[in-house]
């Protein structure tokens, strides 16, 4: 886009006298309307069976972005996947948000990544269900991407379940590791999302 001269007798105005106008990021802005007060505390308060998972999203170059935005959703920690609401709720009077009840527990969470393009959220453990070892699928919101992207974090611990994952069994070993989550003790859980690149996480496509 040029801009558009207003000058008269010089010529300043013609497009080949014109400068170029200053490049500006189109959206989409993921910080806007989709974050929630308390999306990132998905377990209900003081459950023992509580969790952390955090990391960073990285871009190709392997720069963090601070403005990516994750949704998650999880199992309790039997395996089986809530049918309940109140991650969102509202005063039906008001309308105004109330967040959570902290007793309930939805399993799913919308986090923004902060500044250093890092997220966390806490969680409880989530159980196996079927075949598959515990998972909290996830889907990546970022620049650059034109659709969002779907992966999941499973969490170590069980290595005969992992290695009998009907999806991580078909992965090479290098890939396979891009989906566990790194232990870091005290119950947290760290997990970064590469976008591409070196160690590019595996995401998944859903026909």
Same mark, same amino acid.
């Given at each position: 886009? !040029?801009?558009?001269?207003?000058?008269?007798?010089?010529?300043?105005?013609?497009?080949?006298?014109?400068?170029?106008?200053?490049?500006?990021?189109?959206?989409?802005?993921?910080?806007? *309307?989709?974050?929630?007060?308390?999306? #990132? #505390?998905?377990?209900?308060?003081?459950?023992?069976?509580?969790?952390?998972?955090?990391?960073?999203?990285?871009?190709?170059?392997?720069?963090?972005?601070?403005?990516?935005?994750? #949704?998650?959703?999880?199992?309790?920690? $039997?395996?089986?996947?809530?049918?309940?609401?109140?991650?969102?709720?509202?005063?039906?009077?008001?309308?105004?948000?109330?967040?959570?009840?902290?007793?309930? %527990? !939805?399993?799913?969470?919308?986090? &923004?990544?902060?500044?250093?393009?890092?997220?966390?959220?806490?969680?409880?453990?989530?159980? *196996?269900?079927?075949?598959? *070892?515990?998972?909290?699928?996830?889907?990546?919101? *970022?620049?650059?991407?034109?659709?969002?992207?779907?992966?999941?974090?499973?969490?170590?611990?069980?290595?005969?379940?992992? !290695?009998?994952?009907?999806?991580?069994?078909?992965?090479?070993? &290098?890939?396979?590791?891009?989906?566990?989550?790194?232990? =870091?003790?005290? $119950? !947290?859980?760290? %997990?970064?999302?590469?976008? &591409?690149? #070196?160690? =590019?996480?595996? %995401?998944? =496509?859903? &026909?």
């Amino acid at each position: 886009m !040029t801009k558009t001269g207003t000058g008269s007798g010089s010529g300043s105005g013609s497009p080949e006298n014109v400068l170029p106008t200053p490049s500006h990021t189109v959206g989409p802005f993921y910080g806007h *309307a989709l974050p929630f007060r308390g999306g #990132e #505390e998905i377990a209900p308060a003081g459950h023992p069976d509580t969790v952390t998972v955090h990391g960073h999203v990285y871009d190709g170059a392997g720069r963090p972005l601070p403005d990516a935005l994750l #949704e998650l959703w999880g199992p309790d920690p $039997g395996g089986v996947l809530p049918a309940v609401d109140g991650s969102m709720r509202r005063d039906p009077a008001s309308g105004g948000f109330l967040g959570r009840n902290g007793v309930e %527990f !939805t399993g799913f969470g919308r986090v &923004q990544t902060d500044a250093n393009g890092h997220w966390y959220v806490r969680t409880l453990r989530p159980g *196996a269900r079927g075949r598959n *070892a515990p998972y909290l699928a996830v889907c990546v919101f *970022a620049r650059g991407l034109l659709v969002h992207v779907f992966t999941r974090i499973y969490l170590p611990g069980d290595s005969a379940a992992l !290695t009998a994952d009907p999806l991580l069994s078909r992965l090479d070993p &290098q890939r396979r590791d891009t989906l566990v989550a790194d232990e =870091e003790g005290a $119950g !947290t859980y760290r %997990f970064d999302v590469r976008l &591409q690149g #070196e160690g =590019e996480t595996v %995401f998944l =496509e859903f &026909q």
